[in-house]
Structure formats: C-alpha cells, structure tokens
C-alpha cells in the first residue's frame, strides 16, 4: 500500500493562491514514472471532481481551474504540489492527492474511481 499525504490546506481570500503537497511513500505499491497522480476535490453535498493530473509530464485540468492551478511533481514520485491562484469561493473544498497505476491523465482525472491510493484530505476554504 501507498502512504499518500497532503499537506497545505487553509483559508484564504478570493484572488488569493494557496499551494498543496503532497509526500507520498510509493516504493512499496508499484508506484514509478508511469503512475498517473492527481488532485481531486469535494465540495460539501457534491460528488469527487478531478483538478489535476499528471503522468511524464503530461498534464490535465479540469475546466474550471485551468489557467489558474498549476499541478507539478518532484523527485522520483516523492511529492506532488498543485499550485492555486486567483481562488474563488467554489473553490472551496476538501483536497486530495491521489496515484493511479493503470491509468492515463485523462481518465483518471474523469474518473476518480480508477485511481487507487487516496490521501486523507485536506481542506481549502475561500472566503469573499
């Protein structure tokens, strides 16, 4: 198993930025270059939405963040960061970092489902 954990969370003002990471400890769980990883969030009385993924380099965003999150990783799949600006208050949300073995940027960032190790969460609150 995976241990995934993020760290970052908090309150901010709209326009603010906010940055997650995201420590994972993958060299047990077949983790390596071609393991998608990913931020998903969810808001209260809403289902899980993909943010961000990435896998060598290849990135995907949902619609609704491009242009404003950055997602990035470092190290031989060590840490994950996603990098928020210009927040807004749908923003807001519990924040997770996620690893998908067999799956693609695309779909894992469509289908939370088809990533298998979650991190706990943390939470992101904008506030006007």
């Known amino acids: 198993e995976a241990t995934i954990m993020e760290f970052g969370g908090g309150s901010v003002q709209v326009g603010g930025s906010l940055r997650l990471s995201c420590a994972m400890s993958?060299?047990?769980?077949?983790?390596?270059?071609?393991?998608?990883l990913g931020w998903f969030r969810q808001a209260p009385g809403k289902g899980r939405e993909g943010v961000a993924t990435?896998?060598?380099?290849?990135?995907e965003y949902a619609e609704s963040v491009k242009g404003r999150f950055t997602i990035s990783e470092e190290g031989a799949k060590n840490t994950l960061y996603l990098q928020m600006s210009n927040l807004k208050p749908e923003d807001s949300g519990v924040y997770y970092c996620?690893?998908?073995?067999?799956?693609?940027?695309?779909?894992?960032?469509?289908?939370?489902?088809?990533?298998?190790?979650w991190g706990k969460g943390v939470t992101v609150t904008v506030s006007s």
């Open positions: 996620a690893a998908g073995r067999n799956t693609s940027p695309h779909a894992g960032l469509h289908v939370p489902g088809n990533m298998d190790y």
């Open positions: 990435i896998r060598r380099g290849n990135t």
């Open positions: 993958p060299f047990d769980a077949g983790i390596d270059a071609n393991t998608c």
